[in-house]
């Protein structure tokens, strides 16, 4: 216990005159002469037993009343760092930084880390005197203060901690102290205030749970003759450290597998178990982990894990619902319960209706083109309807509405009313493959095909060994720049099954001129070989040679397959985009948009809408989003000319850094020697606990004073009624 007023200390000699008043009174017997002396002396003795102990309940209220007005006038005051905070020599500038990073939302005892933080910083709010300034910290990504200069409104302060709330992201401590430093840092300025005016101090208080993960580089706490005086406070002191164990899942993989009903999905997840200590038991611990969907929860199952350890559990399922579906796997809740569950975005392929028109109907197999591509659509082809076949002459009795792709294979030329029908039906929305043969009529299909086809067609021509002036067959090749959707899942053992293929003959292309056309192969000398174009609302492939082995042997090669395949869904609107569905909070997700695109509205979890606007000449280009703050699938609508549709296409997931699921605590000493950069420095060095910083009767010298003077206020009326009981004696 310490006094700021020690001098008034002086005061408890007063409690001496009490005492010495009692002295100079105390009886005396005097010696009288009675017949019937006992039964005096019986009655002296039972007088004085009461007033012995009356004398000395008066005396004690009377030093204890002195005592207890001069302790007050003292001004006591208890605790090292309490004392040294109410006698510093000037004003103190104060900067607290609160760790907002996801490991703060830990529970325990049914209170948050994040939780504990703010109690302590409103504590340290409330002791701010008169002339004190203080500014707020929160330690994010990246760091935010409030306000952004120290202010002495301890009110506005308060208020804003109400409102505050930790973040999910994983933080560095280092740039948030840094921050802070500046904030409070004493300028040139006030250096050069007049001598009998007292220098501010600085003091910078860190707020955290001390996982050893938020601790990773040295802060820049300014010169020697600015920097504040750092204390480091664990908001966790108290808690054991087996109590900070937690599991966590910590990947989440999506993929389409057989099985006996189409649409069978597995999810596989990690999951972790981190310990709270180093030598904390490793007994096994069972766990139930569920898979939900849109719909709720889908499947259940358990496993067990012990501290330390890490395990796969896969849980599949069989979707009802096709397009692109948020689901999540989730734990039972423990210590941190933010990272006990994980997103993805299930790709559930919608089934693609297809049609195909046989051109050269044939008996003999392996000659016809229908061949090789109703065995390439029907190679484990589970998640996808067989495909339906009809001959030219049949196409007009067939309802195209019914079908998401048709596949126009040998087709030599086209009725004009046919070809009308297939423009609508691509113009609508469905996807056309086209490939050609040796006997078509390319002026044919030049007439009544042209608003579809991605360009017109010349003519045959010859590569083979045969040929006149011709080297031999072409290969294919990829073009340059990131490949197609199509044909991104070839490279490397995979490439060399699509390149090996050798061409005889082809047919080539008018210029493109104003026909926008993407070319997705050519072959080596040039040449196109597969084209897509998007007409209206449709997509359209044109393969500029045979889909047997009349001209080239493409469909005998390893790629054929899974290029037909990819094909097909492409046209379907049934294969997923290149990019990446899932982030971690703080990456940046890039958005590819669908042309004409002038409108895009991200949609977070919580609600909260991210809103872009494009000028009119902007089609086609792609969104860097970088404002993902909640975890969760995040929802995309886009649009033009004022409408606004959700694309499932471009639904997202955002998950939680797993690095923050690891809560084991460094000590202050260790955090202020990475922060300091001097590894090993501080570590005898005393830090303030959280008790300390506690709002207590015993940390406020004002409080601890009209206790005292309650106290005297008592021993004052203890003294009053003895004095009056005294008169009252007969």
């Not at 409030?146 to 709330?165: G, M, Q, V, W, Y």
């Not at 070809?419 to 390319?442: H, K, M, N, P, Q």
């Not at 000398?525 to 609302?537: C, N, T």
Request: hydrophobic share 45%; net charge negative.
């Amino acid at each position: 216990m310490s006094f700021l007023s020690p001098l008034m200390l002086a005061g408890l000699v007063g409690a001496l005159i009490p005492v010495l008043i009692h002295l100079i009174h105390r009886r005396k017997p005097r010696r009288q002469l009675f017949a019937a002396i006992e039964f005096v002396l019986r009655s002296v003795e039972r007088v004085e037993n009461r007033w012995r102990l009356r004398r000395f309940l008066l005396l004690a209220s009377r030093v204890l009343l002195i005592a207890f007005v001069a302790l007050a006038a003292a001004k006591p005051i208890f605790g090292r760092r309490n004392l040294e905070a109410l006698t510093r020599g000037g004003p103190e500038r104060l900067a607290i930084v609160i760790d907002a990073s996801l490991s703060m939302r830990q529970l325990h005892a049914d209170r948050s880390a994040y939780a504990r933080a703010l109690t302590a910083a409103r504590n340290l709010i409330d002791r701010m005197g008169p002339e004190d300034q203080a500014v707020l910290v929160f330690a994010d990504d990246p760091p935010v203060s409030f306000p952004e200069s120290p202010t002495a409104d301890r009110n506005r302060l308060l208020a804003h901690l109400d409102r505050s709330e930790p973040g999910y992201r994983h933080v560095d401590l280092a740039p948030a102290v840094s921050l802070a430093a500046g904030l409070i840092a004493l300028s040139e300025e006030r250096s050069s205030e007049p001598k009998d005016v007292l220098a501010p101090t600085g003091r910078l208080v860190l707020l955290s749970d001390m996982a050893g993960h938020a601790f990773r580089a040295a802060a820049d706490l300014g010169p020697a003759s600015q920097r504040p005086s750092v204390e480091i406070v664990n908001v966790l002191d108290g808690v054991s450290a087996e109590a900070r164990a937690n599991r966590a899942i910590t990947e989440l993989s999506l993929a389409s597998i057989p099985a006996s009903r189409a649409r069978t999905m597995e999810a596989r997840s990690r999951v972790r178990f981190f310990p709270g200590g180093e030598h904390q038991a490793r007994s096994v611990s069972p766990v139930s982990i569920t898979l939900h969907g849109v719909e709720g929860e889908l499947e259940r199952g358990s496993l067990e894990i012990s501290p330390g350890a890490v395990m796969d559990k896969s849980l599949t399922h069989a979707f009802e619902a096709t397009g692109h579906l948020p689901v999540r796997t989730q734990l039972e809740p423990d210590t941190l319960r933010e990272d006990d569950v994980r997103y993805e975005i299930a790709d559930v392929r919608r089934p693609v209706r297809t049609l195909i028109v046989d051109g050269a109907p044939s008996g003999v197999p392996k000659e016809g083109e229908v061949f090789y591509l109703e065995r390439a659509l029907l190679a484990g082809a589970r998640d996808q309807p067989a495909p339906r076949f009809v001959t030219m002459d049949d196409l007009h009795r067939i309802e195209l509405a019914d079908f998401d792709v048709l596949m126009m294979v040998g087709v030599a030329s086209i009725p004009t009313d046919d070809a009308a029908r297939i423009i609508a039906f691509v113009e609508g929305g469905g996807g056309l493959l086209i490939s050609t043969t040796r006997d078509l009529d390319a002026d044919g299909y030049n007439r009544v095909l042209a608003p579809v086809l991605p360009r017109l067609l010349r003519g045959l021509k010859e590569v083979g060994a045969e040929a006149v002036g011709s080297t031999g067959p072409v290969s294919l090749a990829l073009p340059s720049g990131p490949p197609h959707a199509v044909l991104e899942i070839f490279e490397e053992e995979a490439l060399d099954g699509l390149t090996s293929a050798r061409t005889h003959a082809y047919f080539l292309l008018e210029p493109a001129r104003n026909k926008s056309a993407t070319v997705l192969l050519a072959f080596d000398d040039g040449q196109p070989a597969l084209l897509e174009s998007a007409p209206g609302k449709g997509r359209v492939l044109l393969w500029t040679t045979t889909l047997d082995r009349d001209l080239s042997d493409f469909v005998i090669r390893p790629a054929f397959v899974p290029l037909i395949r990819r094909a097909l869904l492409y046209l379907g609107r049934a294969l997923s985009p290149s990019e990446s569905r899932t982030i971690t909070l703080g990456e940046r997700h890039t958005i590819t948009l669908p042309h004409g695109t002038r409108h895009v509205e991200v949609v977070a979890p919580d609600g909260a809408t991210k809103r872009f606007d494009f000028a009119s000449d902007h089609e086609g280009s792609e969104l860097v989003f970088a404002d993902a703050n909640v975890p969760g699938p995040h929802r995309v609508r886009v649009g033009a000319l004022g409408t606004m549709e959700e694309d499932d296409a471009l639904t997202f997931a955002v998950n939680v850094d797993p690095r923050e699921s690891d809560l084991r605590a460094i000590t202050a000493q260790e955090a202020m020697a990475v922060l300091e950069g001097e590894p090993g420095s501080g570590a005898e060095r005393s830090m303030p606990t959280l008790a300390q910083l506690a709002d207590t009767p015993f940390s406020r010298p004002e409080a601890i004073a009209m206790l005292l003077l309650i106290l005297a206020c008592l021993a004052f009326l203890g003294e009053g009624l003895l004095t009056a009981e005294r008169r009252t004696e007969p």
